[in-house]
């Protein structure tokens, strides 16, 4: 299985004066095992977490779990490559300054200041997609995310 990876790259600022230059953007093929996108440690850590947060907060899943599973999968994979659980269901110009700066890092500011969970992992009960469970085993997350 290869995922595509779309890299920005920018000149360097010295090189053109007064001037920026637009940004090249390239797709790279990158190889990923089974083992790396669905049984990697911090798929487990965010699993837990997401449950524990559902748990505290009074939130509760979605209804349709591939949701949630595909939401912990891009936790899990943010957490691995940028060391921070970084909202999967937005785009970064730059991803690791995001991570960095920590608005976006799970559970985002918005849903810790008015449970608004962008991604739909945690939602109220008046959310009309909001299940009634608030765990997620490894295997609907496996089922969840197969075929990606």
């Known amino acids: 299985m290869s995922v595509a990876v779309r890299a920005r790259t920018f000149a ?3 090189r ?31 699993r837990k977490f997401s449950e524990q947060y559902a748990k505290r907060s009074g939130t509760y899943f979605c209804m349709d779990k ?17 060391g ?4 999967p269901c937005r785009h970064y110009d730059d991803k690791e300054a995001e991570a960095a700066q920590g608005y976006w890092n799970c559970p985002c500011v918005p849903m810790r200041e008015r449970k608004e969970c962008h991604c739909m992992l945690f939602l109220t009960t008046d959310n009309d997609w909001a299940g009634k469970s608030q765990e997620i085993t490894m295997e609907e997350i496996k089922a969840g995310t197969a075929g990606m």
């Open 12 to 14: 360097p600022a010295n």
């Open 16 to 46: 053109v004066v007064g001037a920026v230059r637009p940004a090249r953007t390239s797709t790279v093929r990158v190889a990923a095992t089974a083992e790396t996108t669905t049984e990697s440690k911090n798929l487990e850590v965010m």
């Open 66 to 82: 591939s949701v949630t599973a595909v939401v912990i999968q891009g936790l899990a994979e943010h957490k691995d490559t940028l």
């Open 84 to 87: 921070a659980p970084l909202c």
